[in-house]
């Protein structure tokens, strides 16, 4: 049936608000804001018991398709996600020491985008190296819908990570980022082309450690390769390694002039 005559979507298909509500509960569970700390710890048990059975229910109802083992997976999950509670306060940790306009970790933790966009990489993340179809990107693709940040869950990123504003941040599937790394908004690492039979390679940059990529660079290619400690200026376009230790710049010409003394009009219509 072709989409004209009224394509259905099958059972294999999970819902998709089910998994955003999962998302949203286990960020709450993760970051909890505790205003009683009396029975806390029974309430965050109870808390994990029922994100286990949401995330069983999601994975039952579409798993038969791909043949999915719902209690080893709902098991391994649980268990990454302490580690990947630290790996997250390492990233807002960075931010706050980083950031001279941050001034808590809870500040980082609730309002900033790079850190939201981070922490729903790194849940999905762990999905996705359990080899779980499709929820991985419904999370990462309600984060990028919310803060403007598109990570693919695919992506490899060291800790701690650091987005400073990120709107229109781009980060590949087959990206890998090492430590202490700091990118600015309208930063892309892409792939060189959109080819389908490429799917099963690596398309994207690697991005060494310490590395800082300041506001609209765009760095592609799977052989891309931006050295340790090396800075990469505003407005760069990079389709070629970097060695370590780099400073790379793009210095646009501009020209100042007396306003009363210039006769071109500059009222362009775009």
């Given at each position: 049936?072709?989409?004209k005559?009224g394509?259905?979507?099958s059972?294999?298909?999970?819902?998709?608000?089910?998994?955003?509500?999962?998302s949203l509960?286990?960020?709450?569970?993760l970051?909890?804001?505790?205003?009683?700390e009396?029975?806390y710890?029974?309430k965050?048990?109870r808390?994990?018991?029922?994100?286990?059975?949401?995330?069983?229910?999601?994975?039952?109802a579409?798993s038969?398709a791909?043949?999915?083992?719902?209690e080893?997976?709902?098991?391994a999950?649980?268990?990454?996600l302490e580690?990947c509670?630290?790996?997250?306060l390492e990233?807002a940790?960075?931010m706050?020491?980083?950031?001279?306009?941050a001034?808590s970790?809870e500040?980082?933790v609730?309002t900033?985008?790079?850190?939201q966009?981070?922490?729903?990489?790194?849940?999905?993340?762990?999905?996705?190296?359990?080899q779980?179809?499709?929820i991985p990107?419904?999370?990462?693709e309600?984060?990028?819908?919310?803060?403007?940040?598109?990570?693919?869950?695919g992506?490899?990123i060291?800790?701690?990570?650091?987005?400073?504003?990120?709107?229109?941040?781009?980060i590949?599937e087959?990206?890998?980022?090492g430590?202490?790394?700091?990118?600015?908004?309208?930063v892309?690492?892409g792939a060189l082309?959109?080819?389908?039979?490429?799917?099963?390679?690596?398309r994207?940059?690697?991005?060494e450690?310490?590395?800082?990529?300041?506001?609209?660079?765009?760095?592609?290619?799977?052989?891309?390769i931006i050295?340790?400690?090396?800075?990469?200026?505003?407005?760069c376009?990079i389709?070629?390694?970097?060695?370590a230790?780099s400073?790379v710049?793009?210095?646009?010409i501009?020209?100042?002039?007396?306003k009363?003394?210039?006769?071109?009009p500059?009222n362009?219509?775009?």
């Amino acid at each position: 049936m072709s989409l004209k005559q009224g394509y259905i979507l099958s059972a294999s298909v999970p819902q998709k608000k089910r998994v955003i509500e999962f998302s949203l509960d286990l960020f709450e569970y993760l970051f909890p804001v505790v205003e009683n700390e009396k029975n806390y710890e029974n309430k965050h048990k109870r808390k994990a018991d029922s994100l286990r059975n949401s995330l069983l229910e999601i994975l039952y109802a579409f798993s038969e398709a791909y043949q999915l083992d719902e209690e080893k997976i709902a098991t391994a999950f649980f268990e990454e996600l302490e580690a990947c509670k630290s790996c997250l306060l390492e990233d807002a940790t960075a931010m706050l020491q980083f950031d001279p306009a941050a001034k808590s970790i809870e500040e980082v933790v609730i309002t900033y985008p790079g850190f939201q966009a981070i922490a729903a990489y790194r849940v999905a993340n762990i999905l996705y190296r359990l080899q779980v179809p499709l929820i991985p990107r419904i999370i990462s693709e309600h984060a990028h819908s919310t803060t403007g940040i598109d990570i693919h869950p695919g992506a490899t990123i060291g800790v701690p990570f650091m987005i400073d504003h990120g709107t229109g941040v781009v980060i590949g599937e087959t990206t890998l980022i090492g430590k202490n790394v700091k990118v600015y908004q309208g930063v892309t690492f892409g792939a060189l082309a959109v080819k389908k039979e490429e799917a099963e390679t690596k398309r994207h940059p690697t991005i060494e450690d310490n590395v800082i990529v300041y506001a609209n660079s765009t760095i592609l290619g799977g052989k891309t390769i931006i050295g340790r400690d090396s800075i990469i200026g505003g407005n760069c376009f990079i389709v070629e390694s970097v060695p370590a230790m780099s400073i790379v710049y793009h210095q646009p010409i501009i020209t100042v002039k007396n306003k009363k003394d210039f006769t071109e009009p500059l009222n362009w219509v775009i």
